[in-house]
């Protein structure tokens, strides 16, 4: 909700201090309280050439992100600023402010590449600043788009005839927007006007030859053309005289150069407009809380040496978002067992069935709040949970019945066992008399309802304890011959075999339902999974047509152009992708 975002300017995420990337706590505190999806819009550039200026304008604000005022490399790190889009409702815009690549007071252009790099990497529209014209000195200073396959891994660990190809990017990669400041060219080629975009993609067109001169001048192009299918360009004139520019955010906008103004309000309308939800592999959409893992995992991994890795990233997200969904199911389950369940149940199937609503459920909540849970681990831990407490149920359910039949027995036999005592049936005839009164009370107990499960159990345990007193009452019985007592022995023992082997046999019938119950909560964990794992493929496979489809058009204009070594080069990537598409199957291991 927009209410969540309290944030009056920027702030520091990531701070860039003597060589070392250092992640701010409280930066990362308000990361974790947006709940929306987030369209990140990160900006990078030379020092000194206004990407401030637009951040500011996309936020709406004349103030926020420093502009500086000299020729030293004002912001440090990477600054956020989180406002509510205003342009998609329940979305949070996230800008990012880089610290200017290229300064000299660094003296180490590792760390230019590393802030270049996660911009990249946490963005879902990543904008390059640059001032004036594209030209082979703006090219050479966007050398960091050569190194991206050695500063970032797509995958954790590709095998050993994969190769990482520009579709493992493409897929991760946010859209690209380059922005020309100070541009003072007429837009035309061929004598005949075009738009930026034409310019770009002109600017971008390869030369045929093979010296050393000639693969530096391709080399950016071809990566920017492989990792960036989605690109945009935009041209602005000089905002005001050169005496004004050192005091930019002062000036009224009447002030400034009116095309400039037209140009930034043109900029800022495709940007809010165009720019997608940071998503993930998988179409998994990006929150705070989600943003805040990915940058602790990769600066964590620039911080200890190694690589950022996309791969890894999402999988490190995915444990700690499939752990919470194990235990937001759990909370649903307990909530509806506690809602709907009233110990004890008449019948065993009672508690079953209300047991297996509430495991749909809450199979249903872990399938809508989890992803990319490899070999279903956590659902799997769900499933064990569940059962436990499913067991946890039927033990409670057992002593509620079993104390309720106890404590209504006590209440019905104790006049039997207080005439007992008093010798009442110590007579001629006693015997038959304790034996229907005995009767007349067991009838008394099955007309109580609500006794729950142990209902039979615990008067057949009761009984049976008594037994000692019937045996005792038959045999000091003046008025019974010694055939009647033994016809009378006989009967109690068929009487006892009966109820034993009645009790065996509801032993058998709860076992059976126990493994029948045991069967459909593996069909539901499989049917729910069966239908996510559907989900998943068919998202996978609109990534890949899409990923295909802007690879066809990047071969078509090689081919246009008259590359056929790199033509064919990207020939074997769409054949890898098609291949990639046929094998994907997941793989439903659970339980």
């Known amino acids: 909700m927009a209410s969540e975002i309290h944030m009056p300017g920027p702030v520091c995420l990531i701070e860039n201090t003597k060589g070392q990337l250092v992640i701010n706590p409280e930066a990362l505190k308000i990361l974790s309280a947006i709940k929306q ?274 791969e890894n990233a999402v999988l490190a997200l995915a444990q700690i978002e499939n752990s919470a969904a194990v235990k937001k199911a759990i909370a649903h389950y307990d909530q509806q067992m506690g809602q709907t369940l009233q110990l004890s149940t008449d019948t065993l199937q009672e508690l079953l069935d209300l047991h297996r609503a509430s495991e749909k459920e809450a199979i249903e909540v872990f399938m809508k709040n989890s992803f990319k849970d490899v070999d279903q681990n956590f659902q799997k831990e769900l499933g064990t949970c569940l059962v436990a407490k499913r067991d946890v149920f039927c033990e409670q359910n057992v002593k509620a019945s079993s104390d309720c039949c106890m404590a209504l027995l006590q209440d019905i036999f104790s006049p039997l066992e207080e005439e007992v005592k008093q010798g009442t049936f110590s007579k001629p005839g006693g015997y038959y008399l304790f034996i229907q009164k005995k009767e007349e009370l067991t009838n008394k107990y099955y007309q109580v309802p609500r006794k729950g499960i142990q209902a039979e159990e615990i008067l057949r345990k009761y009984l049976e304890s008594k037994q000692v007193v019937a045996d005792a009452l038959l045999q000091t019985d003046q008025s019974l011959t010694e055939k009647e007592k033994e016809i009378e022995v006989e009967r109690m023992k068929a009487e006892s075999a009966e109820a034993a082997k009645k009790m065996l046999e509801e032993m058998q019938k709860k076992n059976e339902k126990m493994m029948k119950e045991k069967e459909k909560s593996h069909q539901e964990h499989v049917k729910q999974l069966t239908e996510k794992m559907e989900m998943e493929k068919a998202q996978f496979m609109a990534e890949q047509q899409r990923i295909l489809k802007l690879k066809l058009q990047e071969q078509e204009r090689l081919l246009k152009e008259g590359f056929q070594k790199e033509s064919k080069k990207l020939q074997n990537e769409m054949e890898a992708i098609q291949r990639r598409s046929r094998e994907f199957s997941p793989i439903c291991n659970i339980l």
């Open 37 to 310: 999806p987030l369209v990140v819009v990160a900006i990078v550039g030379l020092y000194r050439t206004g990407k401030s200026y637009l951040l500011n304008k996309l936020a709406g604000k004349k103030k926020g992100f420093s502009l500086g005022s000299t020729i030293q490399s004002h912001t440090k790190g990477i600054w956020m600023w989180c406002v509510p889009h205003p342009e998609k409702p329940n979305h949070t815009l996230v800008l990012l402010d880089t610290e200017g690549l290229g300064d000299v007071e660094k003296g180490d252009n590792q760390n230019d590449s590393w802030i270049f790099a996660l911009a990249i990497l946490l963005s879902s529209t990543f904008v390059y600043n640059s001032m004036g014209t594209i030209n082979q000195q703006a090219m050479d200073q966007l050398h960091y788009v050569t190194e991206l396959t050695d500063q970032i891994r797509a995958k954790s660990s590709p095998g050993d005839s994969e190769v990482e190809d520009s579709a493992d990017f493409v897929s991760f990669f946010p859209d690209f927007v380059w922005t020309l400041r100070d541009f003072s060219l007429e837009l035309e080629a061929n004598g005949q006007p075009i738009t930026a975009d034409e310019y770009l993609e002109l600017s971008l067109k390869l030369k045929q030859g093979t010296d050393i001169k000639t693969k530096s001048f391709n080399e950016p192009r071809l990566c920017i053309r492989k990792f960036f299918p989605r690109k945009k360009c935009f041209i602005f004139d000089r905002p005001a005289q050169r005496k004004h520019l050192a005091h930019l955010e002062q000036l009224q906008e009447e002030d400034l150069n009116p095309e400039f103004r037209e140009q930034v309000v043109d900029f800022c309308s495709y940007i809010l407009k165009s720019s997608k939800t940071k998503t993930l592999s998988g179409g998994i959409r990006v929150n705070g809380p989600r943003l805040e893992s990915l940058v602790l995992t990769y600066v964590s991994a620039i911080s200890s040496g190694d690589l950022p890795c996309m």
